[in-house]
């Protein structure tokens, strides 16, 4: 997905130190969405947690958009033009509907619900996304992970992964990354991470063996849940810092509950992050900027799709400065 703000902010992110109450109970912040229109005069809006002032990344996860249900018959649905990407591997996870892919490696995939696409960017990639003529109402996730510097120029890369649900003691979980549960995803990445779909039995208490060395977010899309005794709504976001060996979570409502688990190591390096790119310093911004506007082979062509490609935005007046996560009490 692309970020369509008209005026992205360049946010440079670092992680910060471990967190958590005195007497070793989990310390839970909640952070809330703001609303970012993609774009058009029937622009679809999406909910945004991720990155925000008050954190801008959990492990390696620096973007989440959450968006619908949305009736594509009244908004005109998704269709996101030609974009490009740097830095970074793409996350895309549905509850409804459908969507096209075309990207500059030939790719043409379809994201449905419960399968996972995920692509690569490294050092440079393009790619556009279109809900189908047979989508109704389209409702999902688009998720970004930065690469580390290690292998922030990569090749292109697309992979596609069905997970199988696996029953919990008062739920569901389908693991897209990492483990949880006992079950594995085999999709590759770049640091050690966690995604899962979690769907709770109405009143359910469900306790889950998690990574210590994880952060972890909770990105409610259905119901309301307790993170451990801290009341997620729909659409806000729960982040817990490394420490816990468990995470308990609670449906409160009457009906079933579904969220997404993101986890992940803290990300120790510093990144720069404007518009689709990520990089390590405003020169890199700018230098991916211009091969974009200089249709560089370093994105190659989306084909099948008809229509002009997005410009980027112009940048900031000013040097992208460090902003990162606050220091955990």
Request: hydrophobic fraction near 35%.
């Amino acid at each position: 997905m692309n970020d369509a703000e008209t005026e992205p902010v360049g946010t440079r992110c670092a992680a910060s130190p471990d967190e958590g109450h005195s007497d070793g109970t989990p310390q839970v912040e909640v952070l809330s969405a703001r609303d970012v229109p993609l774009g058009g005069p029937r622009a679809m809006t999406v909910r945004r947690t991720l990155p925000q002032r008050s954190r801008t990344l959990i492990g390696a996860w620096c973007f989440a958009d959450h968006y619908g249900p949305d009736n594509v018959a009244e908004t005109g649905g998704m269709d996101v033009a030609p974009h490009p990407h740097t830095g970074l591997q793409t996350v895309s996870w549905l509850f409804s509907g459908e969507i096209e892919h075309r990207d500059s490696m030939g790719s043409h995939a379809f994201v449905r619900p419960g399968e996972l696409n995920l692509m690569t960017g490294g050092h440079g990639i393009s790619h556009t996304e279109v809900s189908t003529p047979g989508t109704t109402i389209l409702h999902g996730a688009q998720l970004w992970v930065a690469l580390p510097e290690e292998h922030r120029h990569t090749e292109r890369d697309f992979q596609h992964y069905v997970p199988e649900p696996v029953r919990l003691d008062g739920g569901e979980a389908r693991v897209f990354l990492g483990t949880l549960a006992g079950n594995a995803s085999p999709v590759r990445t770049f640091t050690p991470l966690l995604g899962a779909e979690l769907l709770l039995d109405p009143h359910a208490r469900v306790t889950l063996a998690v990574n210590t060395g994880f952060e972890h977010g909770v990105l409610v899309d259905q119901g309301s849940i307790r993170l451990g005794e801290s009341p997620v709504l729909r659409a806000e976001l729960g982040y817990v810092g490394p420490g816990p060996d468990t995470l308990t979570l609670t449906n409160t409502s009457g009906d079933t509950a579904r969220l997404l688990l993101l986890g992940g190591t803290p990300f120790e390096e510093e990144i720069v992050m404007w518009w689709n790119f990520i990089g390590r310093s405003h020169k890199d911004i700018v230098e991916a900027r211009e091969d974009w506007e200089g249709a560089s082979e370093r994105f190659g062509t989306v084909h099948g799709y008809a229509g002009d490609r997005l410009p980027a935005p112009v940048l900031p007046n000013a040097t992208i400065q460090p902003r990162g996560n606050p220091s955990r009490r």
